[in-house]
C-alpha cells in the first residue's frame, strides 16, 4: 500500500516539473506552438481541416482555401455582408438554402476565430 504511494506521489512530482516548465516558456512560443495551420485531424473517424485563431500578425495563408476565398470576399465588399452575397460569388446555387449552410458553417467558424465579425442579423464584415 506505502508503495503505491510512493508511486504516485512520483508521477505527480514529475507531473509538477512539467507544468513549471511550461509555465515558464515565453507566451510566444506557447502560441506559436499551438497555432498549427490548416492541419488535418481525425473527430469521430471523419477528417477535419483545424481552422487557427487569428492572433496578433494574421496569416492568412494558414487558411484552408474555401475559407481564404471566402474571406477575401467579405473584405472587398464595403459594408455587411449576407452568406448568400458570399455563396453568388462562389458560384454557388444560391436559390437552393441548404447549398448556402456549409458557406454558412465555414463564415460562422471564421468569426468564431477572429476572422471576421458576425453581426446579430446574420451578417458578416471583415476584420482587419
Known amino acids: 500500500m506505502l508503495g503505491e504511494f510512493g508511486v504516485e506521489r512520483e508521477e505527480l512530482v514529475i507531473a509538477e516539473r512539467v507544468l513549471r516548465r ?6 510566444a512560443e506557447v502560441e506559436a506552438a499551438v497555432a ?15 481552422i487557427p485563431h487569428r492572433g ?14 471566402a474571406l477575401a470576399i467579405v473584405r472587398t465588399v464595403d ?3 449576407q ?3 458570399v455563396g453568388e460569388e462562389l458560384g454557388l446555387e444560391v436559390a ?22 458576425k453581426q446579430p442579423g446574420g ?3 471583415a476584420r482587419w
Open 83 to 85: 452568406v448568400r452575397t
Open 36 to 50: 498549427v495551420a490548416a492541419v488535418k485531424a481525425q473527430v469521430a473517424g471523419r477528417a477535419v481541416l483545424l
Open 22 to 27: 511550461l509555465a515558464g516558456q515565453d507566451r
Open 79 to 81: 459594408g455587411l455582408v
Open 56 to 69: 496578433d500578425d494574421p496569416d492568412e495563408t494558414a487558411l484552408p482555401g474555401g475559407y481564404r476565398k
Open 123 to 125: 451578417r458578416f464584415t
Open 96 to 117: 437552393v438554402r441548404g447549398k448556402l449552410e456549409p458557406l454558412r458553417a465555414k463564415m460562422t467558424k471564421l468569426a468564431d476565430r477572429g476572422w471576421l465579425h
